[in-house]
């Protein structure tokens, strides 16, 4: 049975995941995607946040009813830069009027995501005020007592922004070159492991390319992964693209898995893999050839909410079941 799975939607699903031997020694976890750090962080209006105390005592709950049931919870902490203040995925597309409920964007640099509205360039105040929503979000989730944080730095939100020369023109020292781009991701990894606790994991979210000339790219992803497993990353999530409209990607089975053994290889850090990774036998390869660490499945567990339960069958893993489901065991 590969040692981890989970499920990856849109942004304010559930992902289930089983952590092994980063995690707590509990099976599986469920985690919270896209909690914004700040209210200009959100994607869409109705994204889940963790800017205040109110949003920690409107969680706590939730956190504590998943984990009576011996299931360890994880928070995605991001912020979605100039992607932010846009439709969600069933009601349109676009960016969402002020007058409607959207809001001003901001991004490293004033260059808008394709037809979306251009967001305003990020001042030092800015920068620090961001900086600080990583902090707080952070050490509001540990007092709640969740398990596990994701930054999440791909798919084109704020902190992918800042590491691609696509959407990074900055003159300062946070652009330019690749150490310059780096530098406040890094910043915001490094702000995070200080206040998160020492025997919680980790874990970062990367887009090894934009799939596009002159972008961000999987050297480069190597380098940034090599840095942030130094200040505290314990797995980094490969996923790819979500940058530049004019990304072309190479779709097909387990189109994203050699980005997550060569960052594993290279980097010295466990990785997750995915991408149209949809069968037990497939995401077990990946893990028996040692060519990540982690699998993550995406639709096909929405499409299927108990692969989990089916891929234990196929593979004849021995796991518990819910009493309730255990006549379809076998």
Known sequence: MCQYSCVDGLANNWQLIHLGALATGRAGLVMTEATAVTPDGRIAPEDLGLWSQAHAEALEPIVAAVESQGVPFGIQLAHA???????????????????????????????????????????????????????????????????????????????????????????????????????????????????WPDDRPLLLRVSATDWVDGGWDLPSTVEFARRAAALGVDLVDVSTAGLDPQQAIAVGPGFQVPFAETVRREAGVATAA?????????????????????????????????????????????????????RGRH
């Open 81 to 195: 830069g100039r992607k932010a203040s846009t439709f969600a995925p069933w009601k349109g597309s676009g960016s969402v009027a002020i007058a409607d409920g959207g809001w001003e964007t901001v991004a490293p640099s004033a260059l808008a995501f394709g037809p979306f509205d251009v967001p305003r360039e990020m001042t030092s105040d800015d920068l620090a005020r961001v900086k600080d929503g990583f902090v707080q979000s952070a050490k509001w989730a540990a007092e709640i007592n969740v398990d596990v944080i994701e930054i999440h730095a791909a798919h084109g939100y704020l902190l992918h922004e800042f590491l691609s020369p696509l959407s990074n023109v900055r003159k300062d020292g946070y652009g330019g070159n690749l150490e310059g781009r780096m530098a406040y991701p890094l910043e915001i990894i490094e702000a995070v492991r200080a206040v």
């Open 274 to 326: 995915v991408g149209l990774i949809t069968e037990p036998a497939q995401a077990e390869e990946i893990i028996a050839f040692g060519q990540a660490d982690a699998v993550m499945i995406g639709r096909a567990m929405l499409r299927e909410p108990r692969w989990a339960l089916r891929a234990a069958h196929e593979l004849g893993a021995d796991i518990e079941w819910a009493p309730q489901l255990v």
